[in-house]
């Protein structure tokens, strides 16, 4: 009845929540960081839209709107080192609070659904111990929303607050140890009392439970977000006392996660990825050119079965490879999926494969909290941990049965690079969420989502590479999913990739 897939892959890291304060006081830098003399000379800097500030050639300069400024007027930040005069949109400022004034990309434009990690108050701390970035989300009028999540300058997240709950790390996958993130203010427990819960981020149903013999000791968080982690304990006396903490979710390279709905009955989508800058059509059954569940699991790697072999094994890294067996195990994020799975990776003695489906989902129990159970209702997932440079990939999604289900089945994509969200596709970044994208009932076996494109750049003048995705649109202006048949899917890749940026 049914098919049985499972796997998996992820990196961890826990902050902690701090007493808020102005940002004013963070800001430490307001002279110009970047200014071109008048022949031209010096680094230009990146303005709004991927325009680049500099001489004109009519004796003003450039600003970063495209209009004549006077030197005085000049000032940027663009590798967002302090505060700035301006909010700048593009590399490595896109995220960032600029200018200091509480607001993020409030003048940038954005396409509806894209995503990106953003950092509050002086940029120049954002890479500090105890920071860490939040995410934010591109609505439907193309506007940036606010920035949620996360702990930053405008919260002094780069002094010793002193708080009791405090920044902690993990390996992908692993069973975390949630004591790691209470510190000292576990001292005062009294035996018996210390109890800690999850709250897992939006879209992540099921949230996994916390187990194990000593409660803090087992939670295996299987969806890339900010959890928020309390922890509460008894003291002498009898007085309850608590603490919180956020928990970051998140994988490096390409990672992208697909979910839905289980409490509707058994459903079953598949996650697709095509090969980079590759235009054949895509296969429901897989290809050499298609990842997917037929061809991209461990099964198909260790019966060397799959036909997947995008990359050049070569121990040389960062480039792209098909197999990589890091030094350190617990780098080896494949080893921790779940289910069993893991232990057939580790065993097979390569590493993880580039790209792989870690875990597929088919037949699953909503009610079910333990995430190594293969009842848990785990999202889909593919990663590739070393993405090509320059080379758009195309992610899809194939509905691909269900049995006897009447009800609308909705999809959420959300696309992660190098650890941030990147884009959040389905319920929102199309319709607005009251009209999310909607598989009928009678689409099964007939349904494929052209979701987005994926381009990873070369790293910028900063040292910064964040990816870009680009939605893939039915109609643009309308904002409509690019829907369309198995058939046609397979006699055709779709839409060009869009142009080299």
Known sequence: MGRRRFSFSLLIVVGAAVSSAGFAASCSATGPSNVLDSSGGGEPGVGAGGTTGGVDGQGGFLDIDGGREPHSDVTVNSCGSACGDRELCTGATLGLDDDCDGSIDETCACIPGQAHSCFRGDPSFRNSEGCFPGTQLCDETGTWGPCVGGVHADENCHMDSGAPCRPMQASPFANLDLKAGTGAFRADAMAGSEVWT??????VDPCPGVSGTDPADDFKPLQSGEYTVTYTKRVAGGATQSCQYPLFVSAGGLRVELEWEHDVGIVDLD?????????????MSGSAADCGYYNCTIDHFSSKSSDIRWFLNSARLPDP??????PVPGNNGC?????GVGKQWEAHGLGCHNPRLDLDNYECEPDVKDPDHEDFCAPENINLDYPPKRQW?????YYYNNDGVTRDIHPRIKIFCNSALGADLGPAGFYSPERPVAFAPADRRKRFWLVAD????????????????????????AKTPLLTTRDDAEASFGPAYPSQP
Not at 271 to 283: A, C, E, F, I, V
Request: aromatic share 10%; with cysteine.
């Open 271 to 283: 996650l697709h990825l095509h090969k980079p800058n590759d235009t054949q059509p895509w296969s």
């Open 454 to 477: 994926v381009l990873f750049p070369e790293p910028d003048e900063c040292g910064q590479a964040a990816c870009i995705v680009q939605p893939l649109y039915e109609n643009a202006s």
């Open 335 to 339: 080893f921790n999926a779940p289910r």
């Open 198 to 203: 999850v709250d897992c981020p939006d879209g």
């Open 321 to 326: 490879v098909n197999w990589y067996l890091d």
């Open 393 to 397: 990939m195309r992610i899809g999604v």
